[in-house]
């Protein structure tokens, strides 16, 4: 009763056939991780130096607009959300995707071993499809402004996307 939760944060793990060797870790970012000096963002920052103290690929999903960011670095443009995606082979060149808000989500690229291509992930296609199995239009109140709060300009926009779409 006076101990806290454990938290458990979920990942995808990328295995080699055969041996199950740890190829990539994809980490999709939660409150959790985000929340300053909290027991979820330690244990996420420790996993990730982990990760990146070794030859498994990082990629470090962040679709969240509140918490704080990670890597504090800022990319070179502004937005709204990103992707990093850390080689093991080549940490010293990392990729970003940053994301905007008014843009679709992009595809980005999940590495593979050795030579393989890189494996394309739609992030667009992955969230519709999670909107849409976890009936999320039935739990979210389109008629209350969001947490944080848009810029004027952001708003405005989405303001004027939810009324053509019939939810304000």
């Not at 056939?17 to 999709?28: D, R």
């Not at 939660?30 to 996993?47: C, D, E, H, M, V």
């Not at 995707?97 to 843009?103: D, H, K, Y």
Request: charged share 30%; aromatic share 6%.
């Amino acid at each position: 009763m006076l101990m806290d939760e454990e938290i458990v944060e979920s990942y995808i793990a990328i295995r080699e056939a055969g041996t199950a060797k740890l190829v990539t870790v994809i980490e999709i970012l939660s409150p959790t991780n985000k929340a300053k000096n909290s027991r979820g963002q330690k244990s996420f920052l420790k996993k990730r130096q982990e990760i990146l103290g070794s030859e498994v690929h990082w990629v470090e999903i962040d679709l969240l607009r509140f918490g704080e960011r990670s890597p504090r670095r800022p990319p070179k443009e502004s937005c709204h959300y990103r992707v990093i995606a850390s080689r093991g082979d080549d940490r010293d060149h990392s990729r970003c995707w940053p994301i905007v808000l008014r843009n679709p989500l992009p595809t980005i690229g999940i590495p593979l071993k050795g030579r393989d291509e890189d494996a394309r992930l739609d992030l667009k296609s992955v969230l519709n499809l999670a909107y849409e199995i976890g009936a999320y239009d039935t739990s979210i109140d389109y008629a209350e402004p969001p947490d944080p709060p848009l810029s004027p300009a952001d708003a405005k926009w989405a303001n004027a996307l939810l009324r053509a779409k019939g939810l304000r």
